[in-house]
């Protein structure tokens, strides 16, 4: 399985693992792009240009391509992980729209994010029109059991999203919590597109299951990443704009350990902070309590044990180049936070 | 088939035609209500209090009525009409919330709008519950065609209501073009309803058709006699709020109608108004235009003539109470506009 999670590997300038899982699957990837476009279109121009815009702005298409990698390593390729796959894709789109709303996001994906530039109105409704066709794309498989692991998804990610806006501000946001908010919102579409594919491949059982546990730990592991790499990650020079979370409230991993380590005074700046009473000075505090606290480090130690369990789901399952790129992308999700 | 469409009954101090459908599917809808509360609820406090103030305003049910009635006409009860005249119920649920973010609404049956109770990034969240789970509804029946049916609604719906917000403030919106919207923002899912609820009753061929022919001509005329409505009707003295679509620069077929028939005066104002450069103002005026060419009488020949549509469809359909009540529906939805 490749080198320990987390470390970097001796080719690291080279292509990363999605990258190298994108090649692997290039004929199915290129199937995907088709089927997503096809189903984007509507002779309502607003729509397919909005959806483009956000589609076409270079997504990894990591969740579509643990879809189809996830079918291929049980042995099965062709329409029916494609539709899928474009379907887990439309899900996560539709997603992205609405939460760019929610949280008054201005870029995304390093452009204007679409409620910006179209308002939020078209983003909640082409959002929606998504939504619905990712269930179009279901129903042309046929296939009951996957339009339920995926539905069953979507109102768990509903149930996160609508959690989280429950959680903002609450200073108290405890580790628990803030699992179980990232399990509903981001894990659970992880691992319903891993199950889908391993059902959609005639595999509903054991391996099913595995695959689902992969796809959930990956999430979870991926979410953290990101909520370390929102205050810079451990290079703190990833050129990305930082501070999101904190501006919006949103009580992370990184936040809970700092807090939790903190003395009373940091507590009471959390408490304020986070609480909702807080200015653009408060930040630099914010990342000094985070790095006197080592709040970054602990979060990527416990997002390398969501991708070893990840890695660990796969051991049993056929030994191939599905399951083995499948591996260094739990390996490469970690090592973003590097 | 009862009295002209649209002539008053005798008994129309007695129940309307919707309370006695509901009387006659009691156990039905009954049936329908607990799944819907169950299916509605969540740990997630917010969901179902903001769900259930809206659903359990006082929504006249018309919808899953519809999807009940149709599956009894044809000779069915039981579980699988329930569970999607739930879902039906829920995907217009899903509709209202997201309308009243896109409207900016304040009002919804009688009560604050829920996005002013809770906020719009709520609405728009628990919409998507709402939205995920009436497809969970949909799966539990396992029932691929009926699925089919209502996600494709499902899309074409989100498509007609990014095709009004475009049309929004665009003063030389078309009859045609107006047909089109509400064809797509309500039509569809009346169509759906009905034919989802013939297809569950083992009926998926002609019988579905015109069923499908008689939802979706009564959602017209639903839709034209709420348009005739929301300036007053013919009596303007329903204590309802008049005026809605005209500050929100929605052209509806009054107003085409007016605007059509207007000399170029009249024509300049409603290029002005309804180009977005209105005041309150301008509301008498519109109303006085809207009398002198009869644009609301107009409006309801127009729905009058596809509530007749809607009747003719059920003519070769088996005779019994349930095709007699779906028919005085077509009368009760005009009634409402006089």
Do not use: C
Request: charged residues 25%; negative net charge; without cysteine.
């Amino acid at each position: 399985m490749g080198p320990a999670v987390g470390q970097p590997k001796h080719d690291s300038g080279g292509p990363n693992a999605v990258d190298r899982l994108a090649a692997l699957l290039a004929e199915d990837l290129a199937a995907v792009d088709a089927l997503i476009h096809q189903h984007m279109t509507s002779p309502v121009g607003v729509i397919p240009n909005l959806a483009a815009h956000l589609i076409d702005a270079g997504g990894k298409r990591i969740r579509p391509l643990i879809t189809l990698a996830a079918a291929r390593l049980l042995g099965r390729g062709g329409d029916g992980p494609r539709k899928l796959a474009a379907a887990v894709e439309f899900i996560h789109s539709a997603t992205l729209l609405h939460d760019d709303v929610v949280d008054v996001s201005e870029m995304r994906r390093g452009k204007k994010a679409a409620n910006v530039v179209w308002g939020n109105s078209a983003s909640v409704l082409v959002g929606d029109f998504l939504f619905a066709r990712s269930f179009n794309l279901m129903v042309e498989t046929g296939d009951i059991q996957v339009l339920d692991i995926l539905a069953r998804a979507a109102s768990v990610i509903a149930e996160g999203e609508v959690m989280q806006l429950a959680a903002a501000n609450d200073a108290e946001t405890t580790r628990e919590r803030y699992m179980q908010i990232i399990a509903a919102k981001t894990a659970a579409l992880f691992a319903a597109a891993a199950k889908a594919g391993a059902v959609a491949a005639g595999r509903p059982g054991q391996e099913a299951e595995l695959l689902e546990t992969y796809g959930r730990e990956l999430g979870l592991a991926f979410q953290l990443v990101d909520d370390a790499l929102d205050y810079g990650g451990l290079a703190a020079a990833m050129g990305k704009n930082t501070g999101d979370d904190f501006r919006e409230g949103k009580v992370t991993l990184p936040v809970v350990f700092a807090r939790d380590a903190g003395d009373e005074s940091e507590r009471a700046f959390w408490r304020r902070a986070m609480g909702g009473d807080r200015s653009e000075d408060d930040f630099p505090r914010a990342l000094a309590l985070l790095r006197r606290h080592d709040a970054i480090s602990q979060t990527l130690a416990a997002a390398r044990a969501h991708a070893e369990r990840a890695q660990a789901a796969l051991s049993t399952l056929p030994a191939n180049a599905y399951r083995d790129a499948l591996s260094d992308i739990a390996d490469f999700v970690i090592e973003r936070g590097y």
